[in-house]
């Protein structure tokens, strides 16, 4: 969908300190040849003290604060989650809210690993609510062991610790989103559940997606499903530069997710045809690791700090989550972003 006035007026992120990749090598917690796959340099893991509702609070706070923006002035609030947060029956996006300040509705999505999908909720909000002055998506997970190993859990990728925040508004931000569109696959679905019951008397722990992936090839072969993985990017990135007017070669930045080199090439680059030198978060994310949700808004906080993000600028994301969902966005630059906090 084309939008017409949905601006970003803040974007923050909070991540914890990095651990190198060579010493989870040299300690056996993560396999030489995975390593040398996914390309990985470092992980931002958090300390026994940091959670995921904590991340987003404190990157919720960034972006309010770049933004202009006071936490009782959010219409909307959507928060986007994967890992269980912590508690059960709680509500994490209450939580972001009472710590911001915030009395609004709000809405906890587990939406995988596709953050995105929180801003298209969010940006639909704000398009149906002519009195909504801003709209605040958040994204924020932790992997705990033993519940998950975040090394081993998946091959090509690690996942990593932390949390981002988008400010939305109808009112004038550094940026625009010109246009947002998702495509799904829910023929994909069995990939991340493989043969475990819905609901399991004692749940498998650590986590194996891996282990649940080879459990669903006998429905889904490896052929099918990279097939359906493809078209799911391609035709989500198509859709949405056609939306946007533009092309991928009038494309300047693109956030893809935090990946590794083999995964990101194969999945992301290669079914809409570029190459790892158009992926302007690469460095960044090679050094951080796979946040889940948090990797698409994580990704345009990167870009706005680092003053790459100039007038007329345009940045291509995308989100992508099982179950399966691609979510992309074309978003133009107006003027060069805050980020003094």
């Known amino acids: 969908m084309r939008w017409s006035d949905i601006h970003i ?26 390593a040398e796959r996914s390309d990985q340099l470092a992980l931002a893991i958090a300390a026994p003290d940091e ?25 909307y609030l959507a928060h986007c989650w994967f890992m269980h947060p912590g508690i059960d029956l709680s509500s994490t996006s209450s ?11 709000s809405i906890d999505m587990r939406s995988s690993c596709n953050g995105l999908a929180g801003v298209e909720v969010a940006c639909a909000y704000l398009a ?9 998506v958040t994204a924020a997970d932790c992997w705990p062991s033993p519940r998950i190993d ?52 004692v749940p498998r722990h650590p986590i194996d997606l891996d282990r649940r992936v080879y459990e669903s090839m006998s429905d889904l072969p490896v ?17 949405v530069v056609a939306e946007a007017g533009v092309t991928l070669r009038e494309i300047d930045h693109v956030v893809l997710p935090f990946v590794g080199r083999k995964m990101l090439t194969r999945d992301c680059l290669q079914p809409i045809g570029l190459d790892m030198s158009r992926v302007t978060t690469w460095e960044f994310g090679r050094r951080t690791g796979h946040t889940g ?19 007329g600028s345009r940045t291509l994301v995308v989100g992508i989550g099982g179950g399966f969902s691609w979510t992309a966005a074309v978003v133009e630059t107006l003027h060069p972003p805050t980020t003094q906090e």
């Open 150 to 201: 975040r090394w081993r859990a998946t091959a090509e990728l690690v996942w990593a610790d932390g949390g981002a925040a988008w400010l939305l508004s109808r009112e004038p931000g550094f940026a625009r989103i010109v246009a947002m569109t998702t495509v799904a696959d829910p023929t994909l679905e069995p990939l991340y559940r493989g043969a475990e019951p819905l609901w399991p008397s």
């Open 9 to 34: 007026r803040g974007v923050g992120a909070s991540l914890p300190a990095r651990a190198p990749v060579d010493e989870a090598v040299a300690t056996g917690r993560y396999d030489a040849e995975e």
């Open 293 to 311: 949700p948090a990797d698409p808004l994580v990704g345009l906080n990167c870009l706005a700090e680092s003053g790459v993000l100039t007038a």
């Open 95 to 105: 939580y972001i809210l009472r710590e911001l300040g915030g009395r609004c509705p």
């Open 128 to 136: 149906a609510h002519s009195d909504a002055r801003s709209v605040l």
């Open 51 to 75: 959670h995921a509702p904590g991340f987003a609070v404190a990157a919720a706070r960034i972006a309010l604060e770049r933004g202009g923006c006071a936490g009782s002035d959010i219409a």
């Open 223 to 239: 052929d099918v499903v990279q097939a359906r993985c493809e078209a799911g990017m391609r035709d989500s990135v198509s859709q």
